[in-house]
């Protein structure tokens, strides 16, 4: 299925047998009919808004047609001329330039294919359709024959399929046509593949039994001020801290927060709300304040990263995109930030495009690698988006498709002589170094600069010794080498460890899946309502309660002590954390270059305690609980962090460190190879 088809020009919408004959109380009711009506008109107003054409194609026969059962044929008498059975029903609103074409309208034809006139192919030929959008009811008969048709007349079609609906005298015929027309050549089509909006741009984004739960606040009239923190609760295996990312994509998300029609009828449809309910979420936007950590923070377990403040309804909607926009960012930053840790100062390439989980994930996952430190990304999309710069090198098939790699190396070093670097363990990789040795030469002569040569087969760090002695003796000191193939954050360690001449590193799958640690415990929870704390106890996953800030407190010369996790309001030591980034539903400032959020992390990692700073599991950073904290936690009759509730140390100052939630993971945690 095509994801975001564009409408262009050669594009014709045609709608088949939509009639108030067919529609619940006509005399040959289609099931569930009316439902495509919202549907058809949100079509035909997308091709009214491109200049597109709309062609309306109506049943519109005499009395006594050969389909009636009054002549032998199977159909009740419908859609006679001139009749209120024949008429447009009021729902499908059709534009004013639209299209009418009858058939049918001979006694003895009982075709039910557009086709059947010829006026309707000749009026295709002078609008110069070349792809028909079809919908229209009884889908294996009207839509059924006229798709057919189109097909063998060699019209692309694309096959609406959110708007038809089957007669079903079998229950599965609708179900056949549609496979029948898909093996014709139909490509299968809904309103959401035409884009009419970024699919995750949408408000439906969501899970529905968000939506359930904002009627319930609606019946219930339940309007006030809510207090949500997102937290993440214990650290993936092996991390010692993490990186707050996705904080721009989430204000950008509360900004254009809103439902459109199209989605508010398929809620209508799905759900059958009260018009009162549509109309309070068709006005709904986010009005509330958010205070968040900036990007690039970095934090540790059951600190809030971010908090919001708005009318019940709009925080509770918000939960599952917000949740979605800031773990996979989190995540993939976290783990970034480790390899650039690994690599100690050696330039890092993400090269993740081809195994993230999804086209928006490779995308995050481009800018979560640069905020973290990395120099580059592969993905042409993310260069362009967010101004990382682009990096890549050939791929093996351009050296197995010329006649040798001579060739190869030639033909591709002349098509961007600024910017060459070369794959040269298709074969043999000291072979290759030769050959670069050998055409070097040539091309200085031509102003071609080679600035490096990749490695991905086994052993690299052998690999790369070789390379680099045959470049070196070969008057080529200044040729990086690149090594890519599988890495992460521990071969890479591993291979800066044994000395291995690498000058840099590209890593994909394992790092935008975070292989070894794919998904965070965090949690979006509800911590206030009408002025009141909210706190739930759950065996094995309490939350600390309370509105709640962070502080930081740092030595002297500037490196983290510990973080102090108290209420909100309460004064204390140290750089609170959470800081206002929207109020009103209005961002406050510009938001922030990928610059400055690159900046915040490397200060930040340069800050931490130098044992946190291991790929090895490390005794945790102290993260406290001041007393006023404490008291809440003792109110809410929960000891946080153990999940059980127990009895809490007394005569408290000043706040001794929490215990962990869970018990560290092993050392090593990277994955076995
Ligand atoms: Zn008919």
Request: glycine residues 8%; hydrophobic residues 45%.
């Amino acid at each position: 299925m095509p994801l975001a088809t564009t409408l262009q020009s050669g594009d014709a919408l045609i709608i088949v047998d939509v009639q108030n004959d067919f529609l619940p109380a006509g005399a040959l009711a289609v099931p569930r009919a009316a439902e495509i009506l919202p549907v058809l008109r949100e079509y035909a107003a997308r091709f009214e808004r491109r200049q597109l054409p709309v062609v309306n194609v109506r049943d519109w026969h005499p009395v006594g047609h050969a389909s009636f059962r009054s002549r032998g044929g199977p159909w009740a008498e419908h859609c006679i001329q001139f009749s209120a059975g024949a008429e447009s029903p009021a729902g499908l609103e059709l534009p004013p330039g639209a299209v009418t074409v009858s058939k049918g309208t001979d006694a003895a034809d009982e075709s039910g294919s557009a086709f059947a006139n010829p006026q309707f192919e000749a009026t295709l030929h002078t609008l110069r359709v070349r792809r028909l959008f079809v919908g229209g009811l009884g889908t294996e008969h009207g839509v059924f024959e006229t798709v057919c048709d189109a097909r063998r007349r060699g019209f692309e079609v694309f096959l609406l399929r959110d708007a038809v609906r089957a007669l079903n005298l079998r229950p599965d015929d609708g179900a056949r046509v549609e496979g029948e027309m898909v093996r014709l050549g139909a490509v299968p089509l809904t309103t959401v593949d035409l884009c009419q909006r970024d699919p995750a741009a949408s408000a439906l984004l969501t899970d529905i039994f968000e939506v359930g739960m904002l009627r319930a606040y609606f019946d219930a009239g339940m309007t006030d001020t809510a207090v949500f923190e997102f937290a993440v609760r214990r650290l993936p295996p092996g991390r010692n801290f993490l990186v707050a990312a996705g904080l721009e994509q989430v204000l950008q998300f509360l900004e254009e927060l809103h439902f459109n029609d199209w989605e508010i009828d398929w809620l209508d449809r799905m759900r059958g709300f009260s018009p009162e309910f549509l109309a309070a979420l068709k006005g709904l936007r986010f009005t509330g304040d958010v205070d968040a950590m900036p990007e690039g923070t970095l934090f540790f377990p059951h600190e809030p990263v971010l908090r919001i403040s708005a009318p019940i309804a709009e925080a509770q909607l918000v939960e599952t995109r917000l949740t979605n926009l800031l773990h996979y960012p989190t995540l993939v930053a976290s783990k970034a930030v480790r390899a650039v840790l690994a690599a100690a100062g050696r330039p890092l390439v993400d090269v993740g495009l081809r195994r993230a989980h999804g086209a928006e994930a490779a995308v995050l996952a481009a800018r979560a690698c640069y905020l973290a430190g990395f120099s580059a990304t592969s993905d042409a999309l993310a260069a362009q988006h967010y101004g990382i710069p682009a990096a890549g090198t050939m791929a093996r098939s351009f050296v197995e498709a010329a006649v040798s790699e001579e060739d190869a190396f030639r033909r591709y070093a002349r098509s961007d002589p600024a910017n060459v670097v070369l794959l040269i363990d298709t074969y043999d990789a000291a072979a290759a170094a030769r050959l670069v040795v050998r055409l070097a030469p040539e091309w200085q002569a031509e102003g071609i600069t080679l600035r490096g040569v990749r490695l991905e087969r086994d052993d690299p760090a052998r690999q790369a010794r070789r390379v680099r002695r045959i470049l070196d003796e070969g008057g080529l000191p200044g040729v990086k080498i690149l090594a890519s193939g599988n890495l992460d954050e521990c071969t890479v360690a591993q291979l800066v460890g044994a000395g291995a001449p690498i000058d840099g590193f590209a890593l994909g799958s394992r790092l935008v899946t975070s292989a070894d640690g794919p998904y965070l415990d965090c949690d979006y929870k509800l911590q206030r309502y009408d002025g009141r704390f909210r706190t739930r106890r759950v065996e094995g996953e309490t939350t600390w309660p309370g509105v709640k800030q962070v502080f930081r407190e740092r030595a002297p010369a500037g490196r983290f002590e510990c973080d102090v996790v108290a209420l909100a309001g309460e004064a204390h030591e140290g750089e609170p954390l959470l800081v206002p980034v929207m109020r009103a539903g209005r961002r406050l400032g510009g938001g922030e270059s990928l610059a400055v959020v690159r900046e915040r992390v490397r200060r930040g990692v340069a800050s931490l305690p130098a044992r946190l700073r291991a790929l090895e599991v490390a005794e945790p950073y102290p993260v406290f609980m001041s007393e006023p904290l404490h008291h809440e936690c003792v109110a809410a009759g929960v000891f946080p962090g153990t999940g059980e509730p127990a009895e809490p140390p007394t005569g408290r100052p000043p706040p001794g460190p929490m215990p962990q939630a869970v018990a560290p993971a092993p050392v090593g945690a990277c994955l076995e190879r």
